[in-house]
């Protein structure tokens, strides 16, 4: 039989909060009410406990708490009673004691000093900062900085809340992204575009998005440096019409990531006399797409594309594609037209080596 929980704390692990241990319990429970999981009040309860472990030790009144005591709080070197074994404190910890702070100025308790003046906000995005500074329990520079983006993206959605929807929103927040990415980020290179691709070690690079189309034998037989970012699906059916104008023929097999895919491009490409579209659908619930992206020939295609990839760090490193050499757009498309004839110099070269090994 499993006992049920009787609360979010761990007592072991607890500091003794003295005189204020009442005050921690209220506020516990305050944040329980505001919808907080165990693990988030635990957090807070030990911040709390410390902070007010730490004010006995200091032999500090709970009335005279202000900044200055929770910045000295946050440079102390912890020999405060308990199991903690960690002599700092991080920001995050002190952030959670301050929140303690303010429930106590909430309550009456300690004095409440005046907020930073706080950006001006319409009428209808005003409550937006209120549900962030008491649910989510964020800086007022975090609030100021969300505040700041909706309003911009305010005047596009319109003032009828009841008319968005899904489309409306993201097509907002994708013209807002591309605005910003118009942005000035190099002097000497002013059509330098910021580029995010979710990469853990780099979140952000620099410069312009470059396509490499590869076939048969590692050739690449089209390439483009595009003055702005496209969207990866917009690419595929004109690298196929690219593909038939060069070789004289439909491709067989058509690889690529989860971004080219949609519904419509795979229609597409299929009405163009394409066989097989290999393109993963990561959001499908069909149990039938499902099914067929676990076949064998989507698989081998999907390894086919896997490889590809290869391709691109082949010319970064072969060839200088990591870094532009030239000056201006015309620059960098002549440098990566150079580096990709390059490479399919050497690769034509021993795919006639090889052919003319053959019997």
Not at 144 to 164: I, K
Not at 320 to 334: E, N, V, W
Request: aromatic letters at 6%; charged letters at 30%; glycine letters at 8%.
């Amino acid at each position: 039989m499993v006992k049920p929980k009787q609360g979010c704390s761990n007592h072991r692990r607890s500091m003794d909060a003295g005189d204020l241990a009442p005050l921690v319990t209220e506020f516990m429970a305050h944040l329980r009410a505001l919808g907080h999981s165990c693990l988030t009040v635990s957090g807070y309860e030990g911040s709390a406990r410390h902070f007010a472990c730490w004010l006995t030790r200091e032999r500090l009144a709970v009335g005279n708490v202000d900044e200055d005591v929770v910045s000295r709080f946050a440079r102390h070197r912890c020999r405060c009673p308990g199991i903690r074994r960690v002599k700092g404190v991080s920001e995050k910890y002190v952030r959670r004691a301050r929140r303690f702070v303010d429930f106590l100025g909430e309550r009456g308790i300690v004095r409440r000093e005046p907020k930073s003046t706080s950006p001006a906000f319409d009428r209808h995005v005003i409550e937006f900062p209120e549900w962030l500074r008491h649910h989510r329990g964020i800086t007022e520079l975090t609030i100021g900085r969300h505040g700041r983006m909706v309003m911009r993206l305010l005047p596009a959605l319109g003032r009828r809340s009841q008319s968005w929807d899904a489309q409306l929103i993201r097509d907002v927040i994708l013209a807002e992204t591309k605005r910003a990415s118009l942005a000035y980020v190099s002097v000497f290179e002013p059509s330098t575009e910021i580029i995010r691709k979710g990469k853990a070690g780099k979140p952000n690079e620099f410069g312009k998005m470059v396509k490499l189309q590869e076939a048969e034998n590692q050739i690449v037989i089209d390439y483009d440096v595009y003055d702005q970012r496209p969207s990866d699906s917009e690419l595929l059916i004109p690298a196929i019409e690219t593909h038939e104008a060069k070789l004289g023929r439909t491709p067989r097999l058509v690889a690529a990531d989860a971004g080219f895919y949609s519904a419509r491009n795979e229609a597409a490409a299929k009405a163009r006399g394409v066989k097989r579209v290999c393109i993963p659908n990561r959001s499908t619930k069909s149990a039938e797409r499902k099914r067929e992206q676990k076949k064998r020939w989507f698989r081998n295609g999907q390894k086919w594309r896997t490889g590809c990839e290869g391709r691109i760090s082949v010319v970064k490193r072969r060839h200088g594609l990591d870094r532009c050499r030239y000056k201006g757009s015309i620059g960098m498309k002549r440098w990566v037209g150079l580096g990709v004839v390059a490479d399919n110099l050497i690769n034509i070269g021993r795919a006639m080596e090889n052919q003319s090994r053959q019997p």
